[in-house]
Structure formats: C-alpha cells, structure tokens
C-alpha cells in the first residue's frame, strides 16, 4: 500500500491511499455491494456507502503505476481548479493557476457521481461515463484490482487499510507490478494504438512498447486540456 500527501488539495482529499490486489476472488460480490450502496436511500444507505467507499479500477488496462498516479493527479486538477478570476486586460499572471486552500472549493467539480469514479472517466479516451465505468472500473471478472481512497491527512494508512479488506479478498502486492500483468490487447483497443504497432519493421519490440506505455500515459495526461 502506499500513502501521497498533496496538501495543496483541499484537506479532504489532499491524502491518497493506493493498493494493487491480484486474484482477487470476490469481484461480483464487490461489484454487488456498490450497487446495492447506490441504490438503498436513508441511513442504512450513507452506512453502506461509506463501506465502500473507494475507487476500484480494473488493473489490466493500467500500463504502469505513472499512469495509475497521472490519472490521479489530473482528476483532481480537474476537480479542484482555480477559482481566481483575472480581468481580460490585466497583465498575465501565473497566480490564477495556482492551486491553494484560499482559492479552491472543497467540494469537488465532477461530472461523475464522486471523486473516485472521476479518475475513471480520466482513464476513458472519451467523456462517456458508461464506457468509462465498463473499460476502467471493476467487472464480475476482475481479477486484478486497483483499489483508490481519497482522505484527510489524520486518516491513517493502517485504518484506511483495515477499512478496505473488509471488502476486497485478494492479495496485496506493490503497485510496480501492474505493468507485469497488463492486458496490451485491451489497451491497444482502448487507446486505439494500432498505427504503433504497425511501427514493428522498423522498431525493435522494446521501442515500441515504450511508445504505447508513453502514448496511454500521455493521453490521459491531457485529457482535460482544451
């Protein structure tokens, strides 16, 4: 498991928990519990929510652990932009892009239901949220799990951790080993990397695989960028 502190981010989310499950055995059952979380209204609804309340990303289409922390990072861009307003005739200034708790609104700005489910419309090369959840997000079949958690600084890794094996049955490994495990046929189609792969004459394996892993990263990057 590993732990990020971005305390430029509003303090609600400026702490990020990440864990790499492999085999995991209880994909629909997961799957199942967010569904039933969503839909149940009252108490017993906000209860079951906050059970499961995490990103959980399908691990076989993430090429690298930069591209899990760049889909991260630009969400939270995204989420959270300047609200500083400049004048059309002032004089450029850098400080509308800064990001800062005097100038950045708690709640965030998403076109998903929640912050976690942002990152996955980030990871879509398109803005449907339905081909998001179904490309990025955990399936009957997952087996291979990312699992996600925004917090406040006081939230301990070890609490954040305890929280979550209640719901996923699978075993924790480093978050290096998602590029031993991705599916390059599914990205390849995701990302629409055939013209690299055409590039096999005339590069060896190697060049091209950094090419594919540069291109996905790079897409995701500026995704968000108009």
Not at 46 to 59: M, T
Not at 137 to 164: P, W
Not at 167 to 179: A, F, H, K, Q, T
Not at 206 to 211: A, G, L, Q, R, S
Request: hydrophobic content about 35%.
């Amino acid at each position: 498991m590993e732990t990020y502190t971005l305390p430029s981010f509003p303090s609600g989310y400026s702490t990020i928990h990440l864990c790499y499950f492999q085999n995991v055995r209880n994909s629909p059952e997961i799957k199942q519990r967010l569904v039933v979380a969503a839909t149940t209204k009252g108490e017993q609804g906000e209860k079951l929510r906050s059970e499961v309340d995490f990103g959980f990303l399908e691990g076989d289409v993430l090429v690298s652990k930069d591209h899990l922390l760049t889909s991260i990072l630009t969400t939270l861009l995204y989420s959270f932009p300047s609200t500083s307003a400049s004048s059309s005739n002032a004089i450029p200034s850098i400080e509308p892009l800064s990001i800062s708790h005097a100038n950045t609104p708690n709640k965030p700005k998403t076109r998903t239901h929640n912050l976690h489910s942002e990152i996955l419309l980030t990871l879509s090369p398109n803005n449907n949220i339905t081909d998001s959840i179904r490309r990025h997000g955990i399936s009957d079949s997952t087996t291979n799990l990312v699992v996600v958690k925004f917090t406040n600084a006081q939230q301990s890794q070890e609490s954040v951790y305890e929280s979550l094996k209640k719901v996923v049955d699978g075993e924790l490994v480093g978050l290096d080993g998602i590029e031993e495990n991705t599916d390059w046929t599914r990205v390849d189609k995701i990302y629409k990397l055939s013209e690299l792969n055409a590039l096999k004459s005339s590069h060896t394996p190697e060049d091209i695989f950094n090419k594919k892993k540069s291109a996905v990263i790079s897409a995701v990057g500026i995704k968000n960028v108009i």
